[in-house]
């Protein structure tokens, strides 16, 4: 992944850190927000099917994987919340994957 994600994750984390501290209370509300992101992403994928009647068609593919990003970032930046290290984790993680799946 570019450098500049890495550095997005950590300036984000920065800036969170700097305007509502570090306790846990404030990691809880950074692992909650997850959840809040892939509402929207269910959201949008609703909005894609036009599920509800009384809106129609009101999002595209692009809106749907626009707030996955958003989910994935999130996650990156609790994870670098934790102190941990997001792309060693990611590493890891798409190793298991691979192994998972034989394609690595």
């Known amino acids: 992944m570019d450098e500049s994600i890495w550095n997005s994750v950590q300036a984000s984390r920065g800036w969170l850190d700097a305007a509502n501290g570090t306790g846990d209370a404030e990691l809880?509300?950074?692992?909650?927000?997850?959840?809040?992101?892939?509402?929207?992403?269910?959201g949008a994928w609703i909005g894609a099917l036009g599920q509800n009647p009384r809106k129609?068609?009101?999002?595209?593919?692009?809106?749907?994987?626009?707030?996955l990003a958003d989910v994935a970032f999130t996650a990156l930046v609790a994870i670098e919340s934790l102190g941990l290290d997001?792309?060693?984790l990611l590493h890891a993680c798409a190793?298991?994957?691979?192994?998972?799946?034989?394609?690595?």
């Open 95 to 104: 190793a298991k994957v691979r192994a998972r799946t034989g394609t690595g």
């Open 86 to 88: 997001p792309r060693a």
């Open 28 to 42: 809880t509300c950074r692992i909650l927000k997850l959840t809040e992101e892939a509402g929207e992403v269910a």
């Open 56 to 67: 129609g068609v009101t999002h595209s593919r692009e809106d749907v994987a626009a707030e």
